[in-house]
């Protein structure tokens, strides 16, 4: 199966054709990365503690090239730990450059099963319907994810259901986890609020919070953008397993127009 990343050594990898962007080929959507680095951070997660926030920052434009990710405890603690994984493109003419960064909130987990509650019922994947996103025949990254938009609207929010068909790291396990983040960053594109062909919107970050573990390898995204009169906009989404609901994810978008 093909992947995103080869490993080369402990903390570099090589990126794939399949990391490439919709929106421009010569840098990475931001999925990947934001798997990768997710990838870092559950490697360093003491046991008995699971991840409740991931927040990812784009720090630049992220190549298609040899990455360098590191990843440490910012705030040690037995409860509630933060976390952060940093990658950083080799350049022949200079240090490495860092392009992007996830912190994480790792929270104590506890037995809360007579209190568990889900703010939205069950999202069930219904018929696919027509592809229309404007990226729909886009190589790299859209050959990674397996695309199924539903018929329905709810309340003007777009719902996708996804699953990635490409592996993170050669053939190494990826947590149920790290297959969200493969698929998450998308909700930006899922939820545009504005035409593609007279706007950019490029997200400039993506912040998922998870009440729930997520299981399996299929998704759904229920999103939807606003966008401001000053050139920022906003996507928020639902984010679903065929579980039910797990959480939610934001993004902050640039918005010019082309």
């Known amino acids: 199966m093909s992947c995103y990343f080869h490993r080369l050594g402990?903390?570099?990898?090589?990126?794939?054709?399949?990391?490439?962007?919709?929106?421009?080929?010569?840098i990475q959507h931001g999925s990947p990365p934001l798997?990768?680095?997710?990838?870092?951070?559950?490697?360093?997660?003491?046991?008995?503690?699971?991840?409740?926030?991931?927040?990812?920052?784009?720090l630049g434009a992220i190549p298609i090239a040899e990455m360098r990710v590191q990843a440490r405890v910012e705030r040690p603690g037995s409860r509630i730990a933060l976390l952060s994984a940093e990658m950083s493109a080799e350049r022949p003419d200079g240090p490495p450059r860092a392009v992007a960064r996830v912190t994480a909130w790792a929270l104590a987990t506890s037995d809360t099963t007579d209190a568990a509650t889900d703010r939205y019922p069950s999202l069930?994947?219904?018929?696919?319907?027509?592809?229309?996103?404007?990226?729909?025949?886009?190589?790299?990254y859209i050959e990674s994810v397996q695309w199924r938009p539903q018929?329905?609207?709810?309340?003007?929010?777009k719902i996708y259901w996804m699953s990635p068909i490409a592996n993170l790291v050669d053939d190494e396990p990826t947590t149920a986890l790290e297959r969200l983040a493969m698929v998450v960053d998308s909700a930006n594109g899922i939820g545009a609020a504005i035409d593609p062909e007279e706007f950019i919107y490029m997200n400039t970050d993506t912040a998922v919070?998870?009440?729930?573990a997520p299981v399996g390898n299929d998704f759904g995204?229920?999103?939807?953008?606003?966008?401001?009169?000053?050139?920022?906009?906003?996507?928020?989404?639902?984010?679903?397993?065929?579980?039910?609901?797990?959480?939610?994810?934001?993004?902050?978008?640039?918005?010019?127009?082309r």
């Open 124 to 140: 069930v994947e219904g018929p696919t319907a027509p592809l229309e996103l404007h990226w729909k025949d886009a190589t790299g």
């Open 10 to 26: 402990n903390d570099l990898f090589a990126s794939t054709d399949y990391t490439r962007s919709n929106w421009d080929s010569e």
């Open 209 to 212: 919070h998870l009440h729930r």
């Open 221 to 257: 995204v229920r999103a939807r953008g606003s966008i401001g009169p000053d050139g920022i906009g906003v996507t928020t989404a639902e984010l679903f397993d065929r579980d039910g609901f797990i959480g939610t994810s934001a993004q902050t978008l640039l918005v010019q127009r």
């Open 151 to 157: 018929h329905d609207l709810s309340n003007g929010a």
């Open 35 to 58: 798997a990768l680095l997710t990838k870092a951070i559950e490697e360093i997660t003491a046991g008995g503690m699971r991840i409740g926030r991931l927040t990812l920052d784009i």
